[in-house]
């Protein structure tokens, strides 16, 4: 049995544990993860045989104290001697960001995408949410998921991705002037509780388009990743939050690696997902 054990936030959490429940397929062995053992509630993963906090306590002291051994990713040096260590012994602990199985977590995609879909009490009143907010908009909109992060992002990379409402807003107006035909109903999703649709809307009054900005405050973080993933295309700063809902129906994810978005590309996960931070 390994353990997975997973740090940092939600979907950093999701990508390290998604990485070694492949590896674990591939060669046959069951993988627990320690994190969503108890953590977050949200997903179905919670319903699985051995989900439960006392998984959680028994592989946490069961390493502490050298019962299990702690195979460590934390860095990328002896990578072949550690997946040696993997592959000749049955129960231990994995950690760390860099153990990554590229080739093994797309073939398992589907299944982990299942792992991690919303539980039925979370996702239903999502969607509801999603249906009222749309309202009367034209039922042709595309629907434009743009991921605002703040917080954190005023130091990661010294600041660079920390951007301002009007560089969000001329992502999606350049957005708008690539599907001219359609209306755009566009999803914000944020750690900013400042963030308001009508200082968007505002921004984008001189665009051909007819913009409808969004924000569910309701949300939990789950909810407000998938609610992404429902979207016809995602915008926002380099972030496992945005790639991960790109992960699940492969929609077009525009990460914005500079302030202007004069050379704005769209990319499908694999793309994202083999060339993450």
């Not at 405050?217 to 429902?230: G, K, T, V, W, Y």
Request: net charge neutral.
């Amino acid at each position: 049995m390994i353990f997975a054990r997973d740090k940092s936030q939600m979907c950093n959490n999701l990508l390290q544990f998604a990485h070694v429940y492949a590896w674990g397929r591939k060669h046959h062995q069951r993988v627990i993860s320690m994190r969503f053992s108890y953590k977050y509630p949200y997903f179905k993963i919670q319903q699985t045989k051995y989900a439960g906090f006392f998984w959680y306590l028994f592989a946490k002291y069961a390493a502490a104290l050298k019962l299990l051994h702690t195979v460590s990713f934390r860095r990328e040096d002896h990578r072949e001697e550690k997946i040696h260590y993997m592959e000749t012994h049955r129960h231990f602990v994995v950690s760390g960001w860099f153990a990554r199985f590229y080739d093994e977590f797309l073939e398992y995609r589907d299944e982990i995408c299942d792992l991690f879909q919303l539980r039925e009490e979370y996702a239903k009143p999502l969607r509801e949410r999603m249906e009222m907010a749309i309202g009367g908009a034209n039922t042709g909109a595309l629907r434009l998921g743009l991921h605002i992060r703040r917080g954190d992002y005023k130091d990661f990379y010294a600041g660079k991705f920390f951007y301002d409402n009007a560089i969000y807003a001329a992502y999606v107006m350049e957005y708008a002037r690539q599907n001219t035909a359609k209306d755009i109903v566009t999803f914000i999703s944020t750690n900013d509780r400042t963030v308001s649709p009508h200082d968007f809307e505002k921004l984008c009054q001189g665009c051909q388009n007819s913009i409808k900005f969004i924000v569910m405050p309701e949300n939990n973080p789950a909810q407000d990743m998938i609610m992404l993933s429902e979207c016809d295309a995602i915008i926002g700063p380099p972030s496992t939050f945005s790639l991960t809902a790109c992960m699940y129906h492969d929609i077009p994810l525009c990460w914005m690696e500079e302030a202007s978005p004069e050379h704005m590309r769209f990319d499908k996960f694999e793309n994202h997902f083999r060339n993450i931070r």
